[in-house]
């Protein structure tokens, strides 16, 4: 069974700073992946994704992340952090491979940019 | 384009008691989830409809939980009767399709049971 860890509960940064949320999985196949950001009471809004090709992608809002095949990564990174991308942040995996329950979420990991 | 509309947007009922979501995703999505995220955890997913039929329902608490998608399009999340546990934000999602395309969020319910 796929599984999604974000080691990180907390990352904290200053504003102008590059930040980086981590991300490891697991899935017996090759993987699709997913950042997603959720504010305060506002549903999830979808950053990026990878699902074939080249390994660094770049999403929403200045935000990129680089799969990692060998390391089973997917970090998040963003050159200059702003202090409006404090929110919660969320790695999810998807094994095409996979029958049922194929759609895992990682625990989150809280960012916070500092003045 | 509108987005995924869910309501209510907040539940406070008792345990025991009985309660009923509602979703409607993006016109033309295909594919609809329902998540359960309990404060401090990522979303959940209970159950995957593709169009009116049920994909994946192996986390769904089936004494308690059901769901329906009637026509392939809105779709109703009801829990009876409530346990404390299930309180959470029960989130809904739809996509164009199963496959890799992303997956857009309503704004969630937040139910909390007493």
């Known amino acids: 069974a796929q599984s999604v860890a974000q080691p990180e509960d907390q990352v904290n940064v200053a504003e102008g700073n590059p930040l980086t949320v981590k991300c490891t999985y697991s899935v017996s196949g090759n993987p699709y992946l997913f950042w997603y950001v959720q504010y305060p009471n506002r549903g999830l809004q979808f950053l990026l994704k990878y699902i074939t090709g080249d390994n660094l992608v770049k999403g929403s809002y200045g935000f990129e992340a680089e799969f990692n095949k060998s390391q089973t990564s997917f970090h998040l990174k963003k050159p200059s952090a702003l202090v409006s991308d404090s929110a919660l942040y969320f790695c999810?995996?998807?094994?095409?491979?996979?029958?049922?329950?194929?759609?895992?979420f990682g625990p989150g990991t809280r960012l916070s940019v500092l003045p | 384009e509108a987005g995924v509309a869910q309501s209510p947007r907040y539940k406070i009922i008792e345990k025991r008691q009985s309660v009923a979501f509602w979703c409607n995703p993006i016109?033309?999505?295909?594919?609809l989830y329902w998540y359960q995220q309990i404060l401090g955890q990522g979303p959940k997913l209970l159950i995957q409809?593709?169009?009116?039929?049920?994909?994946?329902d192996s986390q769904l608490p089936k004494d308690r939980f059901s769901a329906e998608r009637l026509k392939g399009v809105d779709s109703t999340l009801k829990i009876q009767p409530a346990k404390l546990e299930d309180s959470a934000v029960y989130l809904c999602a739809s996509s164009l399709r199963r496959s890799f395309e992303t997956q857009y969020f309503g704004p969630g319910t937040r139910l909390l049971v007493l």
């Open positions: 409809f593709q169009n009116n039929g049920v994909v994946d």
């Open positions: 016109s033309g999505h295909a594919t």
């Open positions: 999810a995996v998807r094994d095409p491979q996979a029958y049922g329950q194929n759609f895992v």
